[in-house]
């Protein structure tokens, strides 16, 4: 027993704090990672327009604003 807790409630302590420090940390780069393979996504896409599809696209947007 150390300090009135004993090694497994601990252990259970620091298992729970990495889990939940794991999952954190998992979202995060998961997130980060479908951005930028949505940004890809749009490039590709915005590469791949015809002149009358970004002029119609770049009124939309200035509509937008």
């Known amino acids: 027993m150390m300090g ?3 090694v497994s409630a601990i252990g259970l302590l620091i298992g ?3 889990g939940i420090f794991s999952f ?3 979202r995060k780069l998961r997130l980060k990672r479908l951005a930028k393979r949505q940004e890809k996504e749009r490039a ?3 590469a791949s327009e ?3 599809q ?3 696209r770049e009124r939309r947007e200035q ?3």
């Open 16 to 18: 729970m704090v990495g």
């Open 54 to 56: 970004r002029r119609a």
């Open 4 to 6: 009135g807790l004993d």
């Open 24 to 26: 954190w940390i998992g």
């Open 63 to 65: 509509g937008k604003r």
């Open 44 to 46: 590709r896409l915005l």
């Open 50 to 52: 015809t002149r009358q």
